[in-house]
């Protein structure tokens, strides 16, 4: 049996494999490289699988959701073990039962070999791909626009590189928006699907990177290539919404919900990113949202001229829709969230955000 994390999105820390009993025990923990504080986001393979049950046990505190962890055979098609080998939140186990290679991960992952495939499915869209720039390991870092309109809309994942669910829900707003381009033809849509697309590939974790991470980098200077070239790329754009999807916490309260961090209010409608969340909770039935957990801007997860992207696009663009939309890891649903319950709930996010603008 061999622990690897070599394929994109991998992370690991193997300390020791016990074979001395029936049941074979791995003692392992989350990569925390280059991450000034702790978070949780681990992924690794396992091949040339041994028959039978076998114990992992995590050793850098509780990093297994309440719906156990997500697992595949190919990296493409993921589910969750739900109770079937649930323990508790360090500790699990798996029945392996002659397969070559199993995958486990903290949440369904999603690498740009899912958003190549995605793009695929659109080929008969009216959509153009593009780079916006080169990253700091020399990756190309896409850049999709779709829609003729006068005004943008400006749409971003992975500033912090770990938090894949947020890339399904961009994946259904997009899907949205081409099914019904008469209703969206007021606007013109830039994607930029992968922020930190060197630790989304790398397996880093993202958030709290040092120096500072990608999503606190629209300061005075940028650090990082893609941030700058996201300032580039609006700086003649007439921007009627900028909105980046995100994953929150772990799990518990309010991050097992969808939630916003809404930014500053400016413009003529101080009040109009609640309509947006009043429009969202209208809509969104899939996977239920409503406003008990919205992040006012101010509040101490929320922090008043923090240099964040939807701070910058209200404050220095002067955008009235700039907010973040968090989508959980594994949710609040009898079953973990699935990729289609995201997507489902991305396309809410599109039908908000054009309710409310128009």
Partial sequence: MKILCDHPGGNIIVYTIDYTNACIKVNLSQDLRGTANWWFYWNFRIVDCPVGRVHFSFQNRKVISPHGVATSTDGIEWTWTESNGFIDHMNFTYDFTGETVRYFSFCIPYQVSDYEQFILKLHDKPIKTGILTHSEKGRQV???????????????????????????????????????????????????????????????????????????????????????????????????????????????GGDDFPHLHLGPAVGDDPDLQKHFSDRLHEISKTIPYDDTYISHYGSPYNKEGAPAFKNW????????????????YSGALPRGYSK??????????ARAMKITLD
């Fill in 142 to 252: 896409p850049l999709l626009t779709f829609g003729g309109g006068a005004r943008a809309v400006i749409l971003t994942a992975r500033h912090h590189c770990c938090e894949a669910t947020g890339s399904y829900a961009l994946e259904g707003f997009i899907r949205e928006v081409l099914a019904k381009p008469d209703e969206y033809s007021n606007y013109r849509f830039f994607v930029i699907p992968f922020v930190d697309i060197d630790g989304v590939e790398e397996g880093d974790q993202g958030k709290d990177r040092i120096p500072h991470d990608h999503n606190r980098d629209y300061g005075e200077d940028s650090i990082y290539a893609a941030t700058r070239a996201i300032r580039e790329l609006c700086q003649h754009l007439d921007v009627a919404a900028a909105i980046d999807f995100h994953s929150p916490w772990c799990w518990g």
């Fill in 313 to 328: 696009f209200a404050l220095k663009k002067g955008v009235p829709l700039a907010l973040t939309v968090e989508t959980p």
């Fill in 340 to 349: 289609e319950d995201m997507r489902a709930f991305g396309a809410c996010v």
